[in-house]
């Protein structure tokens, strides 16, 4: 990780070709290299997948009145209703 003088463009961040993140924290603005986390397709990162695919479906097909309800409980959360959703069903589903 390099320390970087901030330019105009670097103090909200960004990306310089494919690899190259340039960041700021707590006032130090630095470039690193993008991690590339290796892929797996273990069983249990299928089902998490499955899961999910799962969530995002039945969020598609929910009421408008259900979807409502569900951006009113994110309120305050920081989280939209979607997100909301999201977080509930994988947390009972896997």
């Known amino acids: 990780m390099a320390k970087i003088t901030p330019g105009p463009s670097t ?3 960004g990306r310089l070709g494919k690899n190259i993140l340039y960041q700021s924290w707590k006032g130090i603005y630095y470039a690193r290299t993008k991690p590339w986390p290796p892929y797996t397709n273990s069983v249990r990162q299928q089902e998490v997948r499955a899961a999910f695919a799962m969530a995002v479906k ?3 097909t929910m009421l408008t009145v259900q979807k409502t309800e569900y951006r009113r409980k994110a309120k305050g959360k920081g989280m939209s209703g979607y997100e909301l959703w999201i977080k ?3 947390e009972t589903h896997t």
């Open 58 to 60: 039945l969020w598609q």
């Open 88 to 90: 509930e069903y994988m």
């Open 11 to 13: 103090l909200r961040g």
